[in-house]
């Protein structure tokens, strides 16, 4: 990739109409394209890391209607940035493999089961909260598109342990995405946290939002018994 597309690329991260920088993206060299948006999952701006990761969803996609086992590379580029060979943390890795999956049914059928994987402890744990952030962020727009599928691999339970982390942005978003899963065996957990005050940032419809922790559990629980 040359650094005038680069710079292109970049530029075109910090705007604010997600809808046109992925129409303009969709016009560069898919391989180039990819390589600058996770290059940019590290980035210090939070727009242009989130924009990232939402451009990642419907690049990806697009790739794996033409050339699915190079969309699987894709995946397994983000999934070895998590590992602790890769040498590096894998910033942004959890919340781009949700987004994507999100956004492709054929490769959430083949790597939902790894994002439930990195709840558990004896799959492929992410042990550092910040990770773990992403982690719920990335289960809770998976989510968003396919809770039946999050449901068969019974992600709902492996969540539990989460609404007890010590980390407000952690519990907040595990509550939010059980009440996406509709997880009934969720309830008692998220009554306990009605009361917790403490604020949490998160990435919504292409904008940040911020709610309290009791905020989300109260909502979770309301789409669970909804549908109860």
Not at 11 to 27: A, H, N, T
Not at 40 to 57: K, Y
Not at 114 to 125: D, K, P, Q
Request: with cysteine; aromatic share 6%.
């Amino acid at each position: 990739m040359s650094i005038r597309e680069k710079r292109r690329i970049s530029r075109l991260l910090g705007s604010s109409d997600i809808g046109s920088v992925i129409k303009q993206l969709r016009q560069l060299p898919v391989s180039s394209v990819i390589s600058a948006l996770i290059g940019a999952l590290c980035s210090n701006d939070e727009n242009v890391r989130w924009h990232a990761i939402i451009t990642l969803g419907p690049i990806v996609s697009d790739l794996a209607d033409r050339d699915m086992e190079s969309a699987r590379i894709v995946m397994r580029r983000l999934m070895w940035s998590l590992n602790d060979e890769s040498g590096g943390i894998g910033w942004g890795a959890p919340e781009a493999l949700g987004e994507i999956m999100a956004c492709h049914r054929g490769l959430a059928e083949e790597y939902a089961h790894i994002l439930v994987a990195y709840m558990r402890e004896e799959g492929f744990f992410l042990e550092l909260e910040l990770l773990q952030r992403g982690l719920m962020w990335g289960l809770g727009r998976l989510a968003q598109a396919r809770p039946v599928l999050l449901r068969e691999k019974n992600a709902g339970t492996f969540l539990l342990p989460y609404l007890d982390s010590t980390d407000a942005v952690v519990r907040g978003l595990a509550a939010r995405t059980l009440g996406l899963l509709q997880a009934e065996e969720a309830v008692p957990g998220l009554k306990k946290l009605l009361a917790d005050n403490c604020r949490v940032k998160y990435y919504l419809n292409h904008s940040f939002a911020e709610d309290t922790v009791g905020f989300l559990a109260e909502k979770a629980l309301a789409n669970i018994i909804k549908e109860a």
